[in-house]
């Protein structure tokens, strides 16, 4: 992670064309893409994920989906 990024985990609500809308907490949600490690590796991001989202310090409405955690 660089200095300049934030992490946050959050729950995806709203999946449209390639855009996930994460909600972090109950009033704050981020307008997310997937990283490239995620599409390489076909990685399938679903309604209700828990996901790690990297943040960038300047523009915090915009990030990015960095690791689907694992439900179980």
């Known amino acids: 992670m660089s200095d300049d990024r934030l992490e946050a985990e959050g729950i995806v609500i709203d999946a449209n064309n390639g855009k996930f809308k994460v909600q972090i907490n109950e009033n704050y949600t981020v307008l997310c893409t997937l990283s490239g490690r995620i599409r390489t590796n076909s990685v399938r991001i679903l309604l209700g994920d828990l996901v790690r989202v ?3 310090q ?3 409405s915009m990030g990015r989906i960095i690791f689907r955690i694992k439900a179980g």
Do not use: F, S
Request: no cysteine; glycine share 16%; charged share 35%.
């Open 58 to 60: 300047y523009d915090t």
């Open 54 to 56: 990297e943040i960038g």
